[in-house]
T-cell receptor, first 112, second 114 residues
Framework: QKEVEQDPGPLSVPEGAIVSLNCTYS??????FMWYRQYSRKGPELLMY????GNKEDGRFTAQVDKSSKYISLFIRDSQPSDSATYLC????????????FGQGTELSVKP | DSGVTQTPKHLITATGQRVTLRCSPR?????VYWYQQSLDQGLQFLIQ???????AKGNILERFSAQQFPDLHSELNLSSLELGDSALYFC?????????????FGPGTRLTVL
């Protein structure tokens, strides 16, 4: 069993839809939770970062962490075709901030 | 542009060969990380260097090695290459390493082993 599980999709939605992307994890010691966006054949770029449980909002993006359920989510409001990319969740332990454990990534396509 | 540079962009080589991938971190970043991304394994952490010293190790094969030089650039050496080593190799850099710090990823090197 992988430490971080993520539905690979692909996920196809119409422009303007609300997108929900999710990851589950098995290691309760994870403290830092991140979402990265990766366009085809490019390096991942950080979208959202949260520490421990709770919600964090940044523009059209909301990251949610539920440590009791070992479940994290990324919501994208008013999705745009430019949001079409692969979204990767990542996690790390306290005091090992450098080593990121990634999910498999969810491929998202937003249709005009 | 993240500020992290990687060379070469593409590399095609044969089984049994040895290659070196190079990474220059963002100005001021002391930590360098190497990741491998393949279709079946996803994005996997290989190794981290902090100011010239190895800080953390992931599932890096013994055939692979890395180092960080005094000017902070890093090289990942892959030897006795196998078909399964074909992947995208990313370098990332950050300011510190003890707690979480945002990692900035380079554009990657695509390695094809024939």
């Amino acid at each position: 069993q992988k430490e971080v599980e993520q539905d690979p999709g692909p996920l196809s939605v119409p422009e303007g839809a609300i997108v929900s992307l999710n990851c589950t994890y098995s290691n309760s010691a994870f403290q830092y939770f991140m979402w990265y966006r990766q366009y085809s054949r490019k390096g991942p770029e950080l979208l959202m970062y949260t520490y421990s449980s709770g919600n964090k909002e940044d523009g059209r993006f909301t990251a949610q962490v539920d440590k009791s359920s070992k479940y994290i989510s990324l919501f994208i409001r008013d999705s745009q075709p430019s949001d079409s990319a692969t979204y990767l969740c990542a996690m790390s332990l306290y005091n090992q901030g450098g080593k990121l454990i990634f999910g498999q990534g969810t491929e998202l396509s937003v249709k005009p | 542009d993240s500020g992290v540079t990687q060379t070469p962009k593409h590399l095609i080589t044969a089984t049994g060969q040895r290659v070196t991938l190079r990474c220059s971190p963002r100005s001021g970043d002391l930590s360098v990380y190497w990741y491998q991304q393949s279709l079946d394994q996803g994005l996997q952490f290989l190794i981290q260097y902090y100011n010239g010293e190895e800080r953390a190790k992931g599932n890096i094969l013994e055939r692979f090695s890395a180092q960080q030089f005094p000017d902070l650039h890093s090289e990942l050496n892959l030897s006795s290459l196998e078909l399964g080593d074909s992947a995208l190799y990313f370098c990332a850099s950050s300011v510190e390493s003890i707690n979480y710090n945002e990692q900035f990823f380079g554009p990657g090197t695509r390695l094809t082993v024939l």
